[in-house]
């Protein structure tokens, strides 16, 4: 039995994901007419079509959230704050902004203490996994205020990469921002690495060390405008997003 049975157990595909916010019932049929709706791989054309609860449903090469347990949200943590849900040493820790929300989510990847920026939380474990796992390779961008003025010799050297204690790095994109003064200069980052403090060790080898280090942004999640301390909840465009990375990575 296929998992777009008409004769299968389940719900109507167009309901399905008219629940899941998509559109209405009938725009849905009219996309699943259009071959824009894939179930489990496959395109489905056929508008008495039935799906399993745990299929996985693409619109437009998106994923769909179906499951309305899951939860993703977006914390811009501030400094000082420990990437944990319970410190040893009794610091400023996450529960602080998981509190407040009724399902117990996660964070996926850390921060360093010292760094502010970009956390998501979530109650979605197969999705953590992925996103976090160094050998998926997310992407994160990073702003850095350093010491010292920048040229494009250091960018340049950045780009190119070096050895470290445990092995070669490069970052997959730099660029210096703005005009150093002050004796500081910006300088934003884009690596793929999950490697320990990874950013203030390759500042530190080009001779700029960190001052202030945010993330601003985790694969295709932006913190925008986002205030430091502030949770949001992800947007449809947004989740989608991310699930479409964790099950292409499956």
């Known amino acids: 039995m296929t998992p777009t049975d008409p004769s299968a157990e389940g719900e109507r595909l167009q309901k399905v994901l008219a629940a899941a916010g998509v559109a209405s019932r009938r725009v849905v049929e009219d996309m699943i007419v259009a071959g824009r709706i894939s179930v489990d791989g496959a395109i489905v054309t056929e508008l008495g079509s ?3 609860p745990d299929a996985q449903v693409l619109v437009d090469g998106t994923a769909i959230q179906l499951d309305a347990t899951k939860r993703y949200l977006m914390l811009n943590k501030p400094t000082g704050v420990v990437s944990t849900m319970a410190d040893e040493q009794g610091r400023p820790d996450l529960r602080e902004f998981t509190d407040p929300i009724e399902e117990r ?6 921060l360093d203490t010292d760094t502010s920026g970009l956390l998501l939380l979530t109650n979605d474990g197969e999705l953590s996994h992925v996103l976090a796992h160094p050998s998926f390779g997310v992407e994160k961008t990073y702003v850095a205020k ?3 003025t920048v040229d494009q010799r250091v960018i340049r050297r950045l780009l190119d990469g070096f ?9 997959d994109a730099a660029r210096l921002v703005g005009t150093p003064s002050r004796g500081h200069s910006i300088v934003e980052l884009t690596l793929h690495s999950g490697r320990n403090r990874i950013v203030r060790r390759m500042l530190d080898h080009v001779g700029h060390p960190v001052v202030e ?3 601003r942004s985790f694969g295709p999640l932006h913190l925008g405008t986002l205030r ?7 947007t449809t465009m947004e989740r989608g997003a991310i699930l479409t990375i964790s099950r ?3």
């Open 105 to 110: 989510v996660y964070n996926v990847g850390r």
């Open 163 to 171: 050895e470290l204690d445990d092995g070669e790095i490069h970052a």
């Open 146 to 148: 350093v010491r010292g």
């Open 228 to 234: 430091s301390g502030q949770v949001r909840e992800l």
């Open 50 to 52: 039935r799906i399993r």
């Open 213 to 215: 280090l945010v993330r």
């Open 248 to 250: 292409s990575q499956r």
